[in-house]
């Protein structure tokens, strides 16, 4: 089965520094990996995804993330957080063995303060 | 393009009472699915389609049913509302197998409350 973990609840950060959203997968085949964000009373918006290839992958908003292999890792980083990125995000994982199938996190609520 | 659209957008049942939830998307995506949000525990999937007649359940199918029988429309039927259905539904839509854009398109969910 797959699932997917994101071990915090609250991040909160100043504007301006570093933020990171940390993610967690478990699958039996290759991952399909994504991160998305929900503003208040809306839909799931895509920010980025790792398919194959590089490691480091950007998206959306000046957001990237890194796949680690080896730690099963897919945590979400901006280098200078906006107040504007407060949001509830959510990361995702996709089984290349049943791909229709798509798990998400119990999401994490970023607070970027003034 | 309109993307996913829900209808609707709101609804107030009965215990007992039953309805459908709607969803079409005009992107000739393959894959479509059905989730629900509750508070703290993230996006469940309900049931899934990998294309048109084909469906499989999710992780909390029960008291849910649906069908495909278009590429662009995946409606969702509670059979027999309960107060634990009370939550916010959404549908997603995606490209398939082998399509480097696979990332979801959501609609802009159906807030359900079942009294």
């Known amino acids: 089965a797959q699932s997917v973990a994101q071990p915090e609840d609250q991040v909160n950060v100043a504007e301006g520094n570093p933020l990171t959203v940390k993610c967690t997968y478990s699958v039996s085949g290759n991952p399909y990996l994504f991160w998305y964000v929900q503003y208040p009373n809306r839909g799931l918006q895509f920010l980025l995804k790792?398919?194959?290839?590089?490691?480091l992958v950007k998206g959306s908003y000046g957001f990237e993330a890194e796949f680690n292999k080896s730690q099963t890792s897919f945590h979400l980083k901006k280098p200078s957080a906006l107040v504007s990125d407060s949001a509830l995000y959510f990361c995702?994982?996709?089984?290349?063995?049943?791909?229709?199938?798509?798990?998400f996190g119990d999401g994490t609520t970023l607070t970027v303060k003034p | 393009n309109a993307g996913v659209t829900q209808t609707p957008k709101f609804q107030v049942l009965k215990t007992g009472q039953s309805m459908t939830l709607q969803c079409a998307q005009d992107m000739n995506h393959e894959y479509m699915s059905w989730y629900r949000q509750d508070p703290g525990m993230g996006l469940r999937l309900i049931h899934y389609s990998v294309g048109a007649g084909i469906t499989d359940q999710g992780e909390v199918p029960n008291g849910y049913n649906v069908s495909r029988s278009t590429t662009e429309d995946f409606p969702l039927r509670l059979l027999s509302a309960a107060p634990s259905q009370t939550s916010v539904y959404f549908c997603a839509s995606s490209y398939g197998q082998g399509r480097v854009n696979t990332e979801a398109f959501f609609g802009q969910g159906t807030r359900l409350t079942v009294v």
């Open positions: 790792y398919i194959t290839g590089d490691n």
């Open positions: 995702a994982v996709r089984d290349s063995t049943n791909a229709g199938k798509s798990t």
